[in-house]
């Protein structure tokens, strides 16, 4: 059974930088993408950033837009979210998840394997 891991979760003033790393492991991982997701208190879960498994292709939320970056390294099957120039509003559990379907752009119902989540809290 595959398991995810994320790591890299914390408090950091708005203006900030966090990196957000997802591990797989269990039994052989071919994803055809990973993303991002996020959930904030009394909020529905929403995308954040996916990538593509095999060719890197990325999308993003309006929201983070040139401030998210996400990357994946196939050899080790992880995928990371480099968060810049955060904002209060980016305080939420973040979510890390794979999908072995077709769905693009990403969304909560493709995904097959979902994180427990790390928090990301950003204080003003």
């Known amino acids: 059974q595959v398991q995810l891991v994320e790591s890299g979760g914390g408090l950091v003033q708005a203006g900030g930088s966090l990196r957000l790393s997802c591990a797989a492991s269990?039994?052989?991982?071919?994803?055809?993408?990973m993303g991002w997701f996020r959930q904030a208190p009394g909020n529905e879960r929403e995308f954040v950033a996916g990538?593509?498994?095999?060719?890197?292709?990325?999308d993003y939320a309006d929201s983070v837009k040139g401030r998210f970056r996400i990357s994946r390294d196939n050899a080790k099957t992880t995928a990371s979210l480099q968060m810049d120039n955060l904002k209060p509003e980016d305080t939420a559990v973040y979510y890390c998840a794979l999908q072995y379907g077709d769905f693009w752009p990403l969304r909560s119902i493709g995904m097959d394997v979902w994180g427990k989540g790390t928090l990301v809290t950003v204080t003003s």
């Open positions: 269990g039994r052989a991982v071919s994803p055809t993408a």
């Open positions: 990538i593509t498994w095999s060719t890197g292709n990325t």
